[in-house]
């Protein structure tokens, strides 16, 4: 038999409630306390930026810079932001500006930004499509042609897709001389084209001066080779050396004295 005595051993539920309508009191005293909780935690939330309006900002800049650039046939495409972007609302008017080293015309990047209350960046990505009436080849011309009004018109072109300039009057093109054999509807550019030499060094020329509508014209030597408009060096008949203009096949306006 045994000295001990028996013990009862005695459970306790510490900080919780044991009857049934202690318990819903609890519940109920929690539930608001969360919600009072969450309704802070709401309260203190950052109103966030509407991401359509960066895109509208961004379409609205590259069409007024391309439209003041290069006429009204401007199409602009904006590139969807990712909806997890989370920016703080901007109480100033959004500000629209070309990335650095991005060019107006095809793919390029648009910066927006906003300056309060807190001031973020965001750059997007874009495409303007700018359509202009360019001069093209009338037909198939081959290398040393000489322009004339019958070997070019007019195409309406992506201008994005031009690499090396562009012509938009055929009367540029007249009278140059084409460097390259071209096919048809091909785009001109300036470097296939040289100005043709209309004097050449040691030939022969007028020398042409005029004062009111007095025209003096006198014989001379080209110097120098000489292109339509440029100046070149003659030696006039008494061996002086003069400036003058090319203004035709073998006619140069006489200039200042060297």
Same mark, same amino acid.
């Given at each position: 038999?045994?000295?001990?005595?028996?013990?009862?051993?005695?459970?306790?539920?510490?900080?919780?409630?044991?009857?049934?309508?202690?318990?819903?009191?609890?519940?109920?005293?929690?539930?608001?306390?969360?919600?009072?909780?969450?309704?802070?935690?709401?309260?203190?939330?950052?109103?966030?930026?509407?991401?359509?309006?960066?895109?509208?900002?961004?379409?609205?800049? %590259?069409?007024?810079?391309? $439209?003041?650039?290069? @006429? !009204?046939?401007?199409?602009?495409?904006?590139?969807? +932001?990712?909806?997890? =972007?989370?920016?703080?609302?901007?109480?100033?008017?959004?500000?629209?500006?070309?990335?650095?080293?991005?060019?107006?015309?095809?793919?390029?990047?648009?910066?927006?930004?906003?300056?309060?209350?807190?001031?973020?960046?965001?750059?997007?990505?874009?495409?303007?499509?700018?359509?202009?009436?360019?001069?093209?080849?009338?037909?198939?011309?081959?290398?040393?042609?000489?322009?004339?009004?019958?070997?070019?018109?007019?195409?309406?072109?992506?201008?994005?897709?031009?690499?090396?300039?562009?012509?938009?009057?055929?009367?540029?093109? %007249?009278?140059?001389?084409? $460097?390259?054999?071209? @096919? !048809?509807?091909?785009?001109?550019?300036?470097?296939? +084209?040289?100005?043709? =030499?209309?004097?050449?060094?040691?030939?022969?020329?007028?020398?042409?001066?005029?004062?009111?509508?007095?025209?003096?014209?006198?014989?001379?030597?080209?110097?120098?080779?000489?292109?339509?408009?440029?100046?070149?060096?003659?030696?006039?008949?008494?061996?002086?050396?003069?400036?003058?203009?090319?203004?035709?096949?073998?006619?140069?306006?006489?200039?200042?004295?060297?």
């Amino acid at each position: 038999m045994s000295d001990k005595m028996p013990t009862e051993t005695t459970r306790r539920n510490v900080g919780f409630p044991s009857s049934p309508a202690t318990v819903s009191k609890f519940r109920l005293l929690l539930g608001l306390l969360l919600g009072l909780g969450g309704a802070a935690a709401d309260a203190g939330l950052t109103a966030i930026q509407d991401l359509e309006s960066l895109r509208g900002a961004a379409q609205s800049f %590259l069409e007024a810079e391309a $439209i003041a650039r290069s @006429g !009204p046939l401007v199409a602009v495409e904006i590139d969807p +932001l990712d909806p997890r =972007l989370r920016l703080s609302a901007c109480s100033r008017p959004l500000e629209a500006f070309l990335a650095p080293a991005s060019r107006l015309i095809g793919p390029t990047s648009v910066g927006v930004r906003c300056t309060a209350p807190k001031p973020w960046k965001v750059y997007l990505q874009a495409r303007v499509t700018v359509r202009q009436a360019v001069v093209v080849s009338a037909r198939a011309l081959p290398r040393n042609s000489l322009m004339d009004a019958t070997d070019v018109t007019l195409r309406e072109v992506d201008l994005g897709a031009l690499n090396g300039g562009f012509f938009t009057e055929p009367a540029e093109l %007249l009278g140059m001389k084409l $460097i390259r054999s071209l @096919g !048809p509807n091909q785009v001109i550019t300036p470097s296939m +084209l040289r100005q043709p =030499l209309l004097i050449r060094r040691g030939e022969m020329i007028t020398l042409v001066s005029s004062a009111g509508n007095l025209e003096v014209r006198a014989s001379g030597r080209a110097l120098t080779d000489g292109t339509m408009g440029g100046r070149i060096e003659v030696e006039a008949a008494n061996r002086r050396r003069l400036d003058g203009e090319v203004i035709g096949p073998g006619l140069v306006r006489m200039g200042q004295r060297r």
